[in-house]
């Protein structure tokens, strides 16, 4: 077998392979006696059909298969022969077969020999995981808040901040005539700016989509009261019809439930071992500041990774053929996140095409982070422990009974535990780039 090895780029080689009959015979003959062996013909029994009948019949289908089962073995030798670090065959080209000689040219994909740029000293984005008092008291008061009960108001009784205020309003521009707003703006405009029944309000807290000034004029008012010349200038944020333009509306309160949020008492009550304020205010503390330093710790990973892929010589060719694993692999995820949020099938299928071609983007630089941080782990050293291995194991696997060594031990025959290794060896990378960054 002779081989022609020529470097297209630091990710493909062209190999031009030709043997001879006596190196190629051993495929061939593989595949004709399957051929005997399993073929069919009418008025014969399998297994009995003569050969000769066999060559005249099936020429064609056995040249095909002999020439892939010749065209797999020669490229698996010549792969060893020439010590290349395969992994996929890209393109086949000028494949001969014929009675005395085989001959094929193929493309093949290699991992690239890598020159790792500077890791050290990386830009990180710093995140600040402080927890003021003000961010407490804010999240106490969402908290009453969301844990609030409400009761129908009594006779006598007046809007106050946070009750759920049920009105009608009507609105006229403020011109000369008065003219009312329905007879200004398209009716689809009007249905909401115009006139309504039975509109709602949390009193005193605005609503970005509701009538601007309404949570505040309501409050201090009483079921049955009526409230005239609301002034109300509008922004551009609203249909063209009525922006930048004032309206005076007049509301009336129909009904209200007033808001009572839950007391020091009741949250402490509510709240498992904690006995005063002092103390659920510590509880939040802690608890943002637990939330706060594992947002932050995401952020600077997703950073520092960026700052990696970034850095001078990390733009080096990578495999297309892993590039597109990984997009197939990418795009699946977009497309089952779609269907949990919703998305039909047609919609997905009109989006193909767009969701393919982004994931591609997302696909080469998880193939380019592979190899920069496989090279990383080689120099410096970096590996799995058997404790880490284990750890691992016992915080993710399901079921929290079972044998932990035992499933090592599956995992590993099974070869399973290679990818819980790499995923160490990458938190393991990350978390060396960070302590080294800058």
């Known amino acids: 077998m002779t081989i022609e090895k020529k470097n297209v780029s630091s990710c493909v080689v062209e190999l031009s392979i030709k043997a001879e009959k006596a190196e190629f015979k051993p495929a061939y003959d593989k595949v004709e006696k399957e051929y005997f062996k399993n073929a069919s013909l009418p008025g014969f029994r399998k297994g009995k059909i003569p050969a000769s009948l066999i060559r005249t019949k099936f020429a064609s289908a056995i040249k095909r298969d002999a020439t892939e089962e010749i065209f797999q073995d020669l490229v698996k030798k010549a792969v060893a022969q020439?010590?290349?670090?395969?992994?996929?065959?890209?393109?086949?080209?000028?494949?001969?077969?014929?009675?005395?000689?085989?001959s094929v040219t193929c493309?093949?994909?290699?991992?690239?020999?890598?020159?790792?740029?500077?890791?050290?000293?990386?830009?990180?984005?710093?995140?600040?995981?402080?927890?003021?008092?003000?961010?407490?008291e804010s999240h106490i008061a969402s908290y009453r808040k969301m844990n609030a009960k409400y009761e129908m108001a009594k006779e006598g009784d007046i809007v106050e901040?946070?009750?759920?205020?049920?009105?009608?309003?009507?609105?006229?521009?403020?011109?000369?005539?008065?003219?009312p707003v329905k007879d200004v703006v398209p009716e689809e405009v009007a249905k909401n700016f115009a006139e309504r029944e039975f509109f709602w309000v949390s009193a005193g807290e605005e609503d970005e989509k509701g009538i601007p000034g309404f949570a505040e004029a309501v409050l201090g008012m009483k079921a049955g009261e009526t409230k005239e010349d609301i002034k109300v200038k509008f922004g551009k944020d609203v249909d063209a019809s009525i922006a930048g333009k004032?309206?005076?509306?007049?509301?009336?309160?129909?009904?209200?439930?007033?808001?009572?949020?839950?007391?020091?008492?009741?949250?402490?009550?509510?709240?498992?071992?904690?006995?005063?304020?002092?103390?659920?205010?510590?509880?939040?503390?802690?608890?943002?500041?637990?939330?706060?330093?594992?947002q932050a710790k995401r952020v600077q990973e997703d950073s520092i990774i960026e700052s990696l892929l970034k850095a001078k010589g990390a733009d080096f060719e990578v495999p297309q053929s892993q590039v597109y694993e990984a997009q197939v692999s990418v795009y699946e995820k977009y497309v089952k996140s779609s269907r949990e949020n919703g998305m039909s099938d047609a919609d997905i299928?009109?989006?193909?095409?767009?969701?393919?071609?982004?994931?591609?983007?997302?696909?080469?630089?998880?193939?380019?982070?592979?190899?920069?941080?496989?090279?990383?782990?080689?120099?410096?050293?970096?590996?799995?422990?058997d404790e880490d291995v284990k750890k691992f194991v016992t915080?993710?696997?399901?079921?929290?009974?079972?044998?932990?060594?035992?499933?090592i031990e599956f995992m590993t025959q099974t070869g399973r535990i290679n990818s819980v290794k790499s995923f160490i060896i990458n938190q393991k990378v990350?978390?060396?780039?960070?302590?080294?960054?800058?």
Not at 115 to 124: D, E, M, N, R
Not at 164 to 177: L, P, Q, R
Not at 355 to 377: G, N
Not at 395 to 407: F, G, L, R, T, W
């Open 107 to 136: 493309k093949i994909d290699v991992r690239p020999e890598i020159k790792l740029p500077k890791y050290t000293g990386l830009a990180v984005e710093k995140v600040d995981t402080t927890v003021t008092d003000e961010q407490i």
């Open 161 to 179: 901040k946070g009750d759920f205020v049920t009105f009608s309003f009507s609105g006229v521009m403020n011109d000369k005539a008065k003219t």
């Open 430 to 438: 990350v978390e060396f780039l960070l302590s080294k960054a800058k």
């Open 349 to 385: 299928e009109k989006a193909k095409k767009e969701m393919f071609d982004s994931a591609r983007e997302f696909a080469e630089k998880q193939v380019r982070m592979a190899y920069l941080f496989a090279k990383i782990a080689e120099k410096e050293n970096i590996e799995p422990t």
């Open 246 to 294: 004032t309206v005076l509306y007049t509301i009336k309160i129909d009904s209200f439930r007033k808001c009572f949020p839950p007391t020091d008492e009741d949250i402490i009550k509510e709240i498992p071992d904690v006995n005063t304020m002092d103390e659920f205010r510590a509880l939040l503390r802690k608890t943002m500041e637990d939330n706060k330093k594992a």
């Open 395 to 407: 915080e993710n696997y399901e079921d929290k009974s079972a044998d932990i060594d035992k499933v």
């Open 82 to 102: 020439e010590k290349i670090d395969f992994l996929a065959v890209t393109g086949i080209d000028n494949v001969e077969l014929t009675e005395e000689s085989f």
